[in-house]
């Protein structure tokens, strides 16, 4: 065997050591069950569903496999998630924080309504507000923060072609949180709380004037067929957590504790990228431009959001929006708030 065959042979056995094939190779067979975001999403299709289904397969070289299914498809409530995953129905979770905030407000902390409008931001509060998150759940919800991420700025989807804010006064808009109708009551509107699945029927029928959604979410969700405008003023991102039930937690070795956690590091860093190229993306899909490869060509009429609207936008989070979670959440809260978001944001919020 001449000395190049014989390295040959050497690297084949440490490269994979290095590398962390030998410790995938080493991890016990396990099989797990998880609940994920609504399929439709741009986060669930992408990102969360390939991340069960291929990646820790593969990363595990075949040892850990997880049945994943969209919260939509079994007909689960997004609100009582949380309870779910308390109560060990499933061992992972995918959950939008600001349903999570209905048991806590806490948790929608980093996700008001339109109070970061670019997803370096938006990234910057959620990860000054990560480890209150995590506190929570540990505390009081028997589970373990791993990842968090979001979907595109969630905009509004109307059935007729807005002319700007002030047409939204007196409308009737489907909303899925607390903050987002705080908005609506300072811009006069009426909001309506309303599951994901049923929106497309209640635009189509008049139940509900205009919608709530994110602006690539909506166009893979059919949305297009039954609105014909788009005012793009954001109210968040639709951020979401990826959880762990602290029992299935702490009954894994360390070994494999330390995989779950390199994976949802470059999980977390996958569903930002996404995020970014779904939002650069949302405005060529839904007006039938190219590129266009994570929605479907359509023929909405976008209407911008002029200057005089933006400043108003910046009254509401910074006063109504802002007020009104901070009451809902208490002093301390608003306190711990100030200290992490407020200071990463340059923002205060009103302690009482």
């Known amino acids: 065997m001449t000395m190049r065959t014989l390295l040959g042979a050497a690297l084949a056995v440490l490269l994979p050591a ?33 991340f069960w289904r291929e990646t820790i397969p593969r990363a595990s ?28 129905v499933m061992d992972f979770a995918g959950m939008d924080i600001s349903k999570m905030a209905g048991d806590d407000p806490r948790f929608e902390g980093c996700d008001l309504a339109g109070l970061t409008l670019d997803i370096e931001r938006a990234r910057a509060a959620c990860n000054a507000w990560r480890a209150v998150m995590d506190r929570q759940m540990q505390r009081n919800w028997n589970a373990r ?44 509107a009426t909001a309506v709380s309303m599951a994901f699945a049923e929106v497309v029927p209640a635009l189509n029928n008049g139940v509900v004037d205009c919608a709530v959604t994110g ?28 959880a762990v039930n602290l029992n299935t937690w702490n009954r894994l070795e360390p ?68 007020a009104n979670w901070a009451r809902r959440c208490g002093a301390e809260c608003a306190r711990e708030w100030n200290e992490t978001v407020g200071r990463t944001l340059g923002l205060a919020a009103p302690v009482r």
């Open 18 to 50: 290095l590398f962390g094939g030998a410790s995938a190779q080493d991890l016990p067979r396990l099989q797990f069950k998880a609940i994920g975001l609504n399929s439709p999403t741009v986060a669930s299709s992408v990102d969360e569903i390939p």
């Open 61 to 88: 070289n075949g040892a850990i496999s997880v049945d994943i299914t969209p919260l939509d498809q079994m007909g689960i409530d997004d609100k009582t998630m949380l309870r779910l995953l308390r109560l060990g």
């Open 145 to 188: 923060l791993l990842a968090i991420g979001g979907n595109p700025p969630q905009v509004f989807w109307c059935r007729t072609v807005v002319r700007g804010l002030e047409d939204l006064r007196g409308k009737k808009i489907r909303v899925f949180n607390n903050t987002m109708r705080d908005f609506l009551q300072g811009i006069g």
């Open 215 to 242: 602006s690539l979410s909506g166009n893979t969700a059919g949305w297009p067929e039954v609105t014909r405008s788009l005012y793009p003023m954001s109210l968040g991102w639709s951020i979401n957590v990826l």
């Open 255 to 322: 070994r494999v504790q330390a995989f779950f956690l390199e994976q949802a590091r470059a999980y977390e860093e996958r569903m930002w990228n996404t995020l970014r190229e779904a939002t650069a993306q949302a405005d060529n899909c839904n007006t039938g431009r190219q590129p266009c490869t994570m929605g479907r060509l359509a023929s909405m009429t976008i209407v911008p959001v002029k200057p005089e609207e933006q400043e108003l936008h910046r009254r509401l989070v910074e006063g109504t929006v802002l």
